[in-house]
């Protein structure tokens, strides 16, 4: 059964710094590229960052880049999202998605598996 579990999301001041965590199941993670995305209340899922499955490339959304991070475990079958200087704007349900032909797109149907999401919420 596959699954994808996030974890590490919570409430944190504008400004600070939160480590999301996917925990992968149920496939071959390390053939996988994956993703991260975001969605508020009435709004499109998001695209956040992507890594291909051999590390050597990644992507960011604008509004993210030079304050996210994607990073993976192989061996752990983990994928994190280490975030900094965090905003409101940046409060959102996080998910973690896999795909195996993706590269690092942004599209959300590209990806074949996803995981519950995790809350995120930045206070000003």
């Known amino acids: 059964q596959v699954q994808l579990v996030e974890s590490g999301g919570g409430l944190v001041q504008a400004g600070g710094s939160l480590r999301l965590s996917c925990a992968a199941s149920?496939?071959?993670?390390?053939?996988?590229?994956v993703a991260w995305f975001r969605q508020t209340p009435g709004k499109e899922r998001e695209f956040v960052a992507a890594m291909t499955w051999s590390k050597t490339h990644t992507n960011y959304g604008d509004s993210v880049k030079d304050r996210f991070t994607i990073s993976r475990n192989n061996a752990d079958h983990t994928v994190y999202l280490k975030m900094n200087s965090l905003k409101p704007e940046d409060t959102a349900v996080y998910y973690c998605?896999?795909?195996?032909?993706?590269?690092?797109?942004?599209?959300?149907?590209?990806?074949?598996?996803w995981g519950q999401g995790t809350q995120v919420t930045v206070s000003s």
């Open positions: 149920g496939f071959t993670f390390s053939t996988y590229n």
């Open positions: 998605a896999a795909g195996s032909s993706t590269g690092t797109s942004w599209y959300t149907y590209e990806y074949e598996y």
